[in-house]
């Protein structure tokens, strides 16, 4: 049975879409002809969010909800109509073309994305919120580099306009050593001196603070890490940093994406087609989420340095006259698959925490370990604490401490 509200039919299927920002949302409604019904602006609070879902509700059987930013000002409401059962599809942005032809305005790109829904071109499934914690801590971890960073050019920056007595006690050091020695001074001499020196200790503190703020909370981006995805850490090359980006590029949800080749197509790791007339081929992809497709980068380049697989097939692939960059993006797109099954299916990670133990009470050195296996000891040192995998070393060095 259907009723009239405000000159509308309630009781059709209608599509909403919602412009976010930081104090306001403008909701939009269509029907499931595509015809506009209402629009109507709400404020980002519980309350705002509810009448925002009473309103969508009043038109009819809400179908689907498109929301721009559903993982920055719409999160809040994107959590309230998952809560309501309602489902919510991730918009994108219109594109430049579209915005210069229609325009710009909150009810203009509400109703955009209320379209988006409705024709089914926005379907991807929102993030949820389990890795709402790792994504906190990895910005956090990040602005500290960031920072980190910036302090030491500052500190480059002064030696090179210091006075020369200054420049020439401090400017040929480097790394922890001249930071060490800046944190320790005691300005003295005329103003100019006083003043430079002053400068150049408070930054060099401000970078060891920093320093030890990165360590904290790396260490506590790697327990969060390897408690919501074991396999995942433990694949060979993947770190705290990594692992982080990889599960905020995914989600906690990555049953969003049908199949590894969407997966790496997300990370911008798949070829796109470059075809037109008699000319056939593919190239590399620009799109993506960049920091993920930088986190493929680095995996693939610890395990052409410390993987012997990985170093076989450069072997070869170099042999077969590929360069270092098409290897590389092999590398990347192979290592997405992979990245893809750790997310997605639950893997076993052999337990190590038996090898330390087993090996003081044999009283065998570390060295000694090292050198039967052909290794630095501190290969060792990093499988027995868990900060790197290797199973096959681990299963051998097992039956090797047993039969000690």
Partial sequence: MTSEVAGQTVGQGVFGGVDSHADTIHVAVIGDNGGHLSDAEFATSAAGYAAALAFLDAHGQVIAIGVEGTASYGAGFTRAARSHGHRVVEVNRPDRAERRRIGKSDPIDAYAAARAAFSGRASSTPKDDTVAGIRALHNAARSAVKARTAALNQITHILFAAPESIRAKYGQLTGTNRTDALARLRPAGDAVHVA?????????????????????????????????????????????????????????????????????????????????????????????????????????????????????????????????????????????????????????????????????????????????????????????????????????????????
Avoid at 260 to 276: D, M, N, R
Avoid at 362 to 390: C, M, Y
């Fill in 196 to 404: 430079v020196l002053t400068a150049l200790k408070n930054l060099a503190r401000r970078v060891k603070e920093l320093t030890a703020e990165h360590t904290a909370l790396t260490k506590t981006l790697d327990g969060e890490a390897t408690a919501h995805n074991p396999g995942l850490r433990a694949a060979h090359g993947v770190g705290p940093d990594t692992a982080a980006q990889l599960l905020i590029t995914a989600g906690g949800n990555p049953e969003r994406m049908r199949t590894e080749a969407s997966f790496a197509a997300l990370c911008g790791a798949a070829p796109v087609p470059a075809s037109s007339g008699r000319t056939n081929r593919h190239r590399l992809s620009r799109g993506g989420d960049r920091a993920a497709n930088a986190a493929l980068y680095r995996i693939a380049l610890v395990r052409m340095s410390s993987d012997p697989r990985t170093r076989e097939y450069v072997a070869r692939q170099t042999a077969a006259g590929r360069t270092k960059k098409e290897i590389i993006r092999l590398l990347k797109r192979a290592i997405a698959r992979e990245i893809f099954r750790c997310l997605t299916t639950t893997v076993t990670v052999p337990g190590i925490a038996d090898l330390r133990p087993l090996r003081r009470v044999k009283n065998i050195t570390l060295t000694a370990v090292a050198q039967h296996f052909g290794v630095w000891p501190t290969t060792i040192s990093r499988l027995e604490r868990g900060l790197s995998r290797d199973d096959d070393l681990s299963h051998a060095y097992r039956e090797w401490l047993q039969a000690a």
